[in-house]
T-cell receptor, first 111, second 115 residues
Framework: SQTIHQWPATLVQPVGSPLSLECTVE??????LYWYRQAAGRGLQLLFY??????ISSEVPQNLSASRPQDRQFILSSKKLLLSDSGFYLC??????????FGPGTRLTVL | AQSVTQLGSHVSVSEGALVLLRCNYS??????LFWYVQYPNQGLQLLLK??????LVKGINGFEAEFKKSETSFHLTKPSAHMSDAAEYFC?????????????FGTGTLLAVQP
């Protein structure tokens, strides 16, 4: 069966520091991968998606970037965090019929 | 363009009462529709999905939803609420047919269950 991992689970970072969040999927090949953000009291905002290694599409201009160095690995990064980057970050994968499956999330607090 | 509207950002029901969470969609192509549930500080869990088969879809935890094309609706129901159903629920529609499998999510409905 397929599983998706995200780490770290929680992170507290100062403004201006770098960020690296990692997502890995097991049990499937060539999945589509997605990064979402949930700000407090708001819905899901799609940040990036990837249909293959090295293929990244950005949905909104922002302070973040994404990379996919391996088939089942998706990384969300920032060189300098802003207060507005705080939120709950979710990774998801899909292979068929649009169904997306979500990871457990990373709670990021920027102080 | 595809979109989803969830009516009611907060819904409160008594334990044992009917749960009805509303979702209306707009789609330029025959849609795929989804309901997800999110418990505090957790990821989203798929409850059920409609992918052009039976219009009445049964999901986990006793939930079901009915696709009504004439009303562009996909409301989520459960006959009898349990305390454990308290969570946030998201309706989603497929953004397009193609390789990206992107979804458009509603803004969510927070369900409270009163004892």
């Amino acid at each position: 069966s397929q599983t998706i991992h995200q780490w770290p689970a929680t992170l507290v970072q100062p403004v201006g520091s770098p960020l690296s969040l990692e997502c890995t999927v097991e049990g499937t090949s060539n999945p589509n991968l997605y990064w979402y953000r949930q700000a407090a009291g708001r819905g899901l905002q799609l940040l990036f998606y990837s249909v293959g290694i090295g293929q990244i599409s950005s949905e909104v201009p922002q302070n973040l970037s994404a990379s996919r160095p391996q088939d089942r690995q998706f990384i969300l990064s920032s060189k300098k965090l802003l207060l507005s980057d705080s939120g709950f970050y979710l990774c998801a994968w899909s292979v068929l019929v649009a169904t997306q499956y979500f990871g457990p999330g990373t709670r990021l607090t920027v102080l | 363009a595809q979109s989803v509207t969830q009516l009611g950002s907060h819904v409160s029901v008594s334990e044992g009462a009917l749960v009805l969470l509303r979702c209306n969609y707009s789609s330029s192509v025959p849609p795929y529709l989804f309901w997800y549930v999110q418990y505090p500080n957790q990821g989203l869990q798929l409850l059920l999905k409609y992918t052009s088969a039976a219009t009445l879809v049964k999901g986990i935890n006793g939930f079901e939803a009915e696709f009504k094309k004439s009303e562009t609706s996909f409301h989520l129901t459960k006959p009898s609420a349990h305390m454990s159903d308290a969570a946030e629920y998201f309706c989603a529609v497929s953004a397009e047919r193609g390789a990206t499998n992107k979804l458009i999510f509603g803004t969510g409905t927070l369900l409270a269950v009163q004892p």
